[in-house]
């Protein structure tokens, strides 16, 4: 489920829910309060990133450009679109210089990920299909299944249309269970796809309970907690409980505004 798509519903839901008569609540004061820091959240990030760009003008070698460039990738993957993908293009073509299977499928799936979030699914596929997973550490195989989940339920959304719907969850839950069996059983990351596989499937209440759990944890960053909020209220959207979806949306919003996440984040 996209996350600024799920903004835009919260927007909705605040002004088709009525809300005269009811005192107003405090997250949305807060809410409020975060968008007026929008551009400092953002003015926050540059130093980060232009810290990275001088490492990589002292980079001396191609393994050491690849993996400066992977750092400002995954500064912007969430942040900024074109930059991503221009960076995701230069980790697909140090990884090539520098013959590292690991690091060709790394920068794959950097690549799928950019193409799904501007929508490009048959592009998407078509750089999935090319990878070689042959060989490569647990790691990358890992984040291989992870990204084959998250393109196959997206294309999934976008497509609502039989047969390519039920292709697309067959094989979304077949990369779920993969890495279900994969990782620990009650690691963050077990919880993680278990809570989206619940929710991919319409088991709402027991979503709802694992997003929550996910939540719990102390050591989130802010766009992981944006991400399992959105989840919850699109959930909570589904079960009819829409005041409950407004609150778990605006959060979402605020934790998203203090990472800050300018593009899709899926």
């Not at 460039?69 to 140090?94: G, H, N, P, V, W």
């Not at 996910?214 to 079960?239: K, M, P, V």
Request: hydrophobic share 35%; aromatic share 12%.
């Amino acid at each position: 489920m996209n996350i600024n798509l799920l903004h835009i519903v919260a927007l909705l839901f605040l002004t088709l829910v009525p809300l005269q008569g009811r005192e107003r609540e405090p997250w949305l004061d807060e809410l409020d309060a975060e968008l007026a820091k929008k551009a400092e959240y953002a003015e926050r990030k540059e130093p980060g990133v232009g810290q990275r760009r001088g490492g990589l003008r002292a980079a001396l070698d191609d393994r050491e450009r690849y993996g400066v460039t992977r750092e400002l990738y995954e500064e912007y993957q969430s942040y900024k679109y074109d930059s991503a993908y221009a960076y995701a293009q230069e980790m697909a073509r140090l990884a090539a210089a520098a013959d590292l299977p690991d690091a060709r499928v790394e920068a794959g799936c950097a690549t799928t990920f950019c193409l799904i979030s501007a929508g490009l699914y048959k592009e998407a596929f078509d750089v999935m299909d090319a990878l070689d997973v042959e060989g490569v550490s647990p790691q990358t195989l890992l984040e291989y299944y992870k990204m084959q989940v998250r393109l196959n339920y997206s294309a999934r959304g976008y497509s609502q249309t039989a047969p390519y719907w039920d292709e697309y969850s067959r094989v979304g839950e077949e990369y779920s269970r993969k890495i279900l069996e994969m990782v620990p059983e009650g690691s963050p990351t077990w919880w993680e796809y278990q809570a989206n596989y619940l929710m991919e499937s319409a088991q709402y209440e027991e979503g709802i309970a694992a997003f929550s759990r996910l939540l719990s944890d102390e050591n989130l960053d802010y766009h992981q907690r944006a991400i399992f909020a959105s989840s919850t209220g699109w959930l909570q959207h589904c079960l009819g409980r829409d005041d409950e979806a407004i609150k778990s949306l605006c959060e979402s919003a605020i934790f998203d505004l203090k990472s800050p996440t300018k593009e899709t984040t899926g």
